[in-house]
Protein backbone atom coordinates (compact mmCIF):
# COMPACT_ATOMS: atom_id res chain seq x y z
CA UNK A 1 0.00 0.00 0.00
CA UNK A 2 1.13 3.53 -0.75
CA UNK A 3 1.75 6.25 1.01
CA UNK A 4 -1.39 8.39 -0.81
CA UNK A 5 -3.36 5.16 -0.14
CA UNK A 6 -2.94 5.17 3.61
CA UNK A 7 -3.76 9.18 3.57
CA UNK A 8 -7.14 8.39 1.70
CA UNK A 9 -7.81 5.80 4.26
CA UNK A 10 -6.67 7.36 7.44
CA UNK A 11 -8.26 10.59 6.15
CA UNK A 12 -12.16 8.57 4.79
CA UNK A 13 -12.01 7.37 8.26
CA UNK A 14 -11.05 9.93 10.49
CA UNK A 15 -13.94 11.90 8.10
CA UNK A 16 -16.63 8.99 8.88
CA UNK A 17 -15.60 9.49 12.70
CA UNK A 18 -16.23 13.19 12.77
CA UNK A 19 -19.67 12.89 11.10
CA UNK A 20 -20.91 10.43 13.17
CA UNK A 21 -19.78 12.32 16.14
CA UNK A 22 -21.89 15.77 14.99
CA UNK A 23 -24.72 13.51 13.92
CA UNK A 24 -25.11 11.69 17.62
CA UNK A 25 -24.38 15.50 19.09
CA UNK A 26 -22.56 15.81 22.28
CA UNK A 27 -23.58 13.37 25.13
CA UNK A 28 -21.44 10.25 26.54
CA UNK A 29 -21.19 7.39 24.78
CA UNK A 30 -23.93 4.61 25.19
CA UNK A 31 -23.37 1.28 26.45
CA UNK A 32 -23.37 -1.71 23.86
CA UNK A 33 -27.01 -2.06 24.86
CA UNK A 34 -28.06 1.64 24.76
CA UNK A 35 -29.56 3.71 22.22
CA UNK A 36 -27.37 6.61 21.43
CA UNK A 37 -28.75 10.18 22.74
CA UNK A 38 -30.41 12.57 19.96
CA UNK A 39 -27.93 15.11 19.38
CA UNK A 40 -28.05 18.51 21.76
CA UNK A 41 -26.05 20.82 20.02
CA UNK A 42 -25.49 21.82 16.82
CA UNK A 43 -22.50 23.25 14.84
CA UNK A 44 -22.84 27.41 16.58
CA UNK A 45 -23.25 25.92 19.75
CA UNK A 46 -26.89 25.84 19.88
CA UNK A 47 -28.30 24.01 22.80
CA UNK A 48 -31.65 21.97 22.49
CA UNK A 49 -33.46 19.75 24.81
CA UNK A 50 -32.97 16.23 24.00
CA UNK A 51 -36.70 14.71 23.12
CA UNK A 52 -35.62 11.26 24.37
CA UNK A 53 -33.73 12.14 27.89
CA UNK A 54 -36.94 10.70 29.77
CA UNK A 55 -36.30 7.03 27.67
CA UNK A 56 -32.51 6.74 27.52
CA UNK A 57 -30.92 9.09 30.24
CA UNK A 58 -30.29 8.42 33.61
CA UNK A 59 -32.49 9.57 36.94
CA UNK A 60 -29.79 11.26 39.48
CA UNK A 61 -32.31 13.06 41.57
CA UNK A 62 -34.81 15.11 42.85
CA UNK A 63 -35.01 18.52 44.53
CA UNK A 64 -38.34 19.57 46.39
CA UNK A 65 -38.47 23.56 46.80
CA UNK A 66 -39.82 25.03 49.78
CA UNK A 67 -42.99 27.26 49.78
CA UNK A 68 -41.96 30.74 50.44
CA UNK A 69 -45.74 30.09 52.90
CA UNK A 70 -48.01 27.46 53.98
CA UNK A 71 -47.29 24.08 53.64
CA UNK A 72 -45.43 22.08 51.03
CA UNK A 73 -43.23 23.01 48.00
CA UNK A 74 -43.43 25.62 45.48
CA UNK A 75 -41.65 23.53 42.63
CA UNK A 76 -39.96 19.94 42.03
CA UNK A 77 -36.36 19.85 39.92
CA UNK A 78 -36.14 16.88 38.31
CA UNK A 79 -32.67 15.71 37.23
CA UNK A 80 -31.20 13.06 34.23
CA UNK A 81 -28.10 12.33 32.88
CA UNK A 82 -27.03 11.53 29.81
CA UNK A 83 -25.88 7.60 29.01
CA UNK A 84 -22.51 6.82 30.43
CA UNK A 85 -22.33 10.39 32.96
CA UNK A 86 -22.91 8.31 36.18
CA UNK A 87 -20.15 5.56 35.17
CA UNK A 88 -17.61 8.06 34.58
CA UNK A 89 -18.42 10.47 37.34
CA UNK A 90 -17.91 7.36 40.09
CA UNK A 91 -14.50 6.34 38.27
CA UNK A 92 -13.45 9.61 38.14
CA UNK A 93 -14.97 12.22 40.23
CA UNK A 94 -15.74 14.46 37.33
CA UNK A 95 -18.44 14.90 34.71
CA UNK A 96 -17.19 13.44 32.15
CA UNK A 97 -16.47 15.66 28.96
CA UNK A 98 -19.79 15.81 26.40
CA UNK A 99 -21.93 15.38 29.58
CA UNK A 100 -25.77 16.40 29.52
CA UNK A 101 -27.97 16.85 32.57
CA UNK A 102 -31.67 17.81 31.34
CA UNK A 103 -33.45 19.75 34.69
CA UNK A 104 -36.96 19.53 34.70
CA UNK A 105 -38.46 22.30 37.10
CA UNK A 106 -42.55 21.81 37.65
CA UNK A 107 -45.03 24.11 39.69
CA UNK A 108 -45.49 21.81 42.70
CA UNK A 109 -48.78 21.14 44.30
CA UNK A 110 -49.61 19.63 47.50
CA UNK A 111 -52.18 17.78 48.95
CA UNK A 112 -53.38 15.23 51.94
CA UNK A 113 -52.85 11.53 51.26
CA UNK A 114 -52.75 8.51 52.91
CA UNK A 115 -48.89 9.12 53.87
CA UNK A 116 -49.45 12.18 55.00
CA UNK A 117 -49.17 15.77 53.29
CA UNK A 118 -47.26 15.55 50.25
CA UNK A 119 -46.25 17.41 47.35
CA UNK A 120 -45.97 16.29 43.88
CA UNK A 121 -44.64 17.71 40.51
CA UNK A 122 -47.84 19.24 38.24
CA UNK A 123 -47.29 21.87 35.57
CA UNK A 124 -43.78 21.97 33.32
CA UNK A 125 -42.39 25.54 33.65
CA UNK A 126 -39.38 24.60 32.04
CA UNK A 127 -35.89 22.72 31.46
CA UNK A 128 -32.59 23.83 32.43
CA UNK A 129 -30.09 21.73 30.37
CA UNK A 130 -25.66 21.94 31.14
CA UNK A 131 -23.44 20.06 28.40
CA UNK A 132 -19.67 19.83 29.89
CA UNK A 133 -17.40 21.21 27.20
CA UNK A 134 -13.78 22.23 29.08
CA UNK A 135 -12.26 22.72 26.00
CA UNK A 136 -14.41 25.98 25.24
CA UNK A 137 -15.62 24.50 21.81
CA UNK A 138 -17.99 27.87 21.50
CA UNK A 139 -15.87 30.90 22.90
CA UNK A 140 -18.31 33.68 20.57
CA UNK A 141 -21.70 32.12 22.13
CA UNK A 142 -22.49 33.51 25.38
CA UNK A 143 -24.34 30.64 26.41
CA UNK A 144 -20.74 28.44 26.78
CA UNK A 145 -18.17 29.11 29.57
CA UNK A 146 -16.56 27.77 32.85
CA UNK A 147 -16.24 24.28 31.42
CA UNK A 148 -20.00 23.95 30.32
CA UNK A 149 -22.71 24.83 28.21
CA UNK A 150 -25.83 26.40 30.34
CA UNK A 151 -29.58 26.68 28.76
CA UNK A 152 -32.92 27.78 29.98
CA UNK A 153 -36.22 26.91 27.80
CA UNK A 154 -39.48 27.65 28.67
CA UNK A 155 -42.21 24.71 28.68
CA UNK A 156 -43.77 25.67 25.43
CA UNK A 157 -40.76 25.39 23.19
CA UNK A 158 -37.67 22.67 23.83
CA UNK A 159 -35.65 23.45 20.74
CA UNK A 160 -34.91 27.30 21.59
CA UNK A 161 -33.50 28.94 24.61
CA UNK A 162 -34.95 31.50 26.47
CA UNK A 163 -31.27 32.29 28.29
CA UNK A 164 -28.99 34.52 25.91
CA UNK A 165 -25.88 34.47 28.42
CA UNK A 166 -24.86 32.08 30.90
CA UNK A 167 -22.96 34.38 33.70
CA UNK A 168 -26.24 36.66 33.75
CA UNK A 169 -28.79 34.48 33.17
CA UNK A 170 -27.67 31.18 34.76
CA UNK A 171 -24.42 30.80 36.72
CA UNK A 172 -26.06 32.87 39.77
CA UNK A 173 -28.23 29.86 40.75
CA UNK A 174 -24.97 27.91 40.43
CA UNK A 175 -22.38 30.23 42.64
CA UNK A 176 -22.61 28.28 45.88
CA UNK A 177 -21.66 24.88 43.96
CA UNK A 178 -18.46 26.26 42.34
CA UNK A 179 -16.59 23.88 44.17
CA UNK A 180 -17.56 20.96 42.73
CA UNK A 181 -18.00 21.90 39.19
CA UNK A 182 -21.08 24.03 39.37
CA UNK A 183 -23.16 20.78 39.68
CA UNK A 184 -24.99 20.42 43.42
CA UNK A 185 -23.52 17.04 43.86
CA UNK A 186 -24.80 16.17 46.99
CA UNK A 187 -28.40 15.95 45.18
CA UNK A 188 -27.56 13.30 43.39
CA UNK A 189 -27.06 9.51 45.03
CA UNK A 190 -26.77 7.82 41.91
CA UNK A 191 -23.39 9.53 41.27
CA UNK A 192 -22.02 8.12 44.98
CA UNK A 193 -20.15 4.96 44.58
Not at 64 to 82: D, E, L, P
Not at 102 to 113: L, S
Request: charged share 20%.
Amino acid sequence: MNTSTCTCAFVGTASLLVLLSLAWGYGVAAGADSPAPAAVVDGTGKIHVPSDYRMIYQFLGSWAVAGKQGRGSNAIHTVYASPGVVAGYQRDGRFPEGSVLVKEVFDAATEDMTTGTVSRSETLKGWFVMVRDSSNSHPDNKLWGDGWGWAWFDAGDSRNTTSTDYKVDCQSCHLPAKASDWIYVKGYPALAK
